[in-house]
DNA sequence: TCCGTTCGTGCAACCGGTTGCATCCCGATA
DNA sequence: TATCGGGATGCAACCGGTTGCACGAACGGA
């Protein structure tokens, strides 16, 4: 049995040639003839020969591996599927690239941790996602120059890349939907009014109504934080200002799972007193009573494009915006 | 302004001592002066320098980092905010020991993906779930003498770390608290059945039952596969045999969540007619309708652990098992 | 005063790849 | 046949840390 093959230079030894042409016929130089090269790389497939990427990445001066950035954990927050399949696209579309997936969790306050990956060589860039990062992180990064990729960031950005949902068409569906259902007042919940996103919702909202020559009505828009206990409280202030609502659209499946608990509570049924559309479809929607009519996402192609962008950004300087479509799913809700 | 500070290089000409000198010291090795370590860290700091990562791995020969591996992503299957919990306390747990995290996603089919990882050294361990790996992968590491740590793994298991959650105490709690509400004939529907987790929470559940007096049904007990879709199917089957039944233990909240939609479906009121106490709580739960009675596990803390015994089994070989407590939440299902 | 410790530091090799440049061999051209 | 060009390969330096060993100084004891 001959000793084991642990490094180019045993490989070469094989072969009878030199770690460089070893180091060059693994990478695909074409530098070697095709008949060493072929030989070369079939030593190493039969030896099951792996590179030592720490040594890889020391002499090319550069890690292979991105950062997927959340923050630190917090209960009911980020416990979004979502996050998981737009994590899962990341992993295959890196895997694609031959990039490692490294996931930090960082103190929202934190501004630093990019410098602190970027400069120990850990990462050669960052993907994030807006709902779960601080516009100081963004501001933090684009100074340091670091490549990254966000999601849910504004499609024109400078500097960054950026994948999105088509959030004005996802209002858009949203809300054409309970017009055709036969709504009559229809209300708008929104997440952080800030946001972009929430902006397109809006906007599709806005133009849903148009097009259908309804009214826009200004008490009919209300703001949550994402959270389940402020949607409640939104929708039984807004219940009470507006009694005879008869739709909602809410900007996250979260929210309007809360929603339509509350909405139950006041006595409302849903969907014959008030129909409800969420957005995201996470796992739950599909289990709720009465199950959620949402707008659907496609998270892992989120992720591969989140990726495929992040690497291109890394190996060209390129940077690109991408947005997904939004697709409506009817369940019972609305 | 003095050149930009990149390697312990820099930092000897500025302490005007060896490289040698400044790696000792920043890693605090007592070999290295009280005096003259702390003016190198002083120095250090004052130009935030950080160790090249991939110099330091090559030359340790290990990469200080740990694979965190599961299935490539089925929708609705893995989608479980539980994970994310996890992930979130390996990930601190990581941190705090100076590990990093990657986050593999592998194809049940393939064994040799933890020797690509090992062998290349991008990766000193692994941490899988037993929801999302399979036997093979288990063995394959095995045999590969690699570090690793299990979640849901048997407790007194042989090479390898285990944190579990106590299922017996869970099992036993969800049938207690059947029985406590008066249920009478009460299901147990579990998730599959060679899995240790399910056979503990079997025994709980038997446990409870004997502790009350009652009789052991067979005809009561049912496996499924954790997809809602064979837990709905399950149970109408079993409400078909057991009309009468009116209390059911289901392994998982988002089976549970189908259970509670299938019952409905054939017009029993949930929890009037059946009671349903769920396992995990998951986020979904406590929006669900009607909101789910469960067990919950803290996911951040099963985390930490598994990467602290995963850190320990890399540094010192010893492996260990965990049990963390099972508690019952209830909500309006039970 | 001389020698053996002990403590603190530096030298240089090494980890396992990558890569600029020199070298060599070959056929083609003059 | 001598020369030239270019394709294929090897040499050796380098990436930025870590570490075994040698070395020098200060100290205590005999």
């Known amino acids: 049995m001959a000793d084991a093959v642990h490094t180019i230079a045993d490989i070469a030894r094989l072969a009878g040639v030199s770690k460089s042409t070893v180091s060059r016929a693994l990478n695909g130089s074409p530098l070697i003839g095709a008949e060493t090269r072929e030989r070369i790389q079939a030593i190493a497939a039969e030896h099951r020969f792996q590179l030592n990427a720490p040594a890889r990445n020391l002499s090319r001066k550069q890690s292979n591996a991105v950062a997927f950035v959340t923050y630190a954990y917090k209960k009911g927050l980020v416990a979004d599927g979502f996050l998981l399949e737009v994590m899962s696209g990341v992993s295959s579309g890196l895997a694609d690239e031959g990039y490692d997936l490294l996931v930090v969790h960082v103190d929202p306050e934190d501004t630093d941790w990019a410098r602190l990956y970027l400069e120990s060589g850990r990462a050669d860039g960052f993907i994030l996602m807006q709902a779960t990062?601080?516009?100081?992180?963004?501001?933090?990064?684009?100074?340091?120059?670091?490549?990254?990729?966000?999601?849910?960031g504004p499609p024109g950005a400078h500097g960054y890349c950026s994948v999105t949902g088509d959030s004005f068409?996802?209002?858009?569906?949203?809300?054409?939907?309970?017009?055709?259902?036969?709504?009559?007042?229809?209300?708008?919940?929104?997440?952080?009014?800030?946001?972009?996103?929430?902006?397109?919702?809006?906007?599709g909202y806005q133009a849903a109504l148009a097009a259908a020559g309804r009214p826009l009505e200004a008490g009919l828009v209300v703001y949550g934080d994402y959270s389940p206990a402020l949607a409640a409280t939104r929708i039984r202030e807004l219940l009470e200002r507006e009694p005879d609502l008869d739709g909602v659209f809410v900007n996250s499946d979260v929210m309007a799972l809360a929603v339509m608990d509350a909405l139950r509570g006041e006595g409302r049924r849903v969907p014959d007193d008030v129909a409800v559309v969420g957005y995201d479809d996470v796992?739950?929607?599909?289990?709720?009573?009465?199950?959620?009519?949402?707008?659907?996402?496609?998270?892992?192609?989120?992720?591969?494009?989140?990726?495929?962008?992040?690497?291109?950004?890394?190996?060209?300087?390129?940077?690109?915006?991408h947005a997904i479509p939004a697709e409506l799913v009817v369940r019972s809700s609305a």
Chains 1, 2 share one sequence.
């Open 283 to 321: 796992a739950a929607a599909q289990y709720s009573n009465p199950p959620l009519t949402t707008i659907s996402q496609n998270g892992p192609l989120a992720g591969r494009l989140l990726a495929q962008s992040l690497v291109q950004t890394i190996r060209t300087g390129v940077v690109s915006s």
């Open 169 to 203: 068409t996802g209002g858009r569906l949203a809300t054409e939907h309970l017009l055709a259902r036969g709504c009559e007042r229809i209300a708008f919940l929104g997440g952080f009014e800030v946001e972009r996103e929430v902006g397109e919702r809006y906007a």
């Open 133 to 152: 990062c601080t516009e100081r992180h963004i501001q933090a990064l684009r100074a340091l120059g670091a490549p990254f990729s966000l999601w849910g």
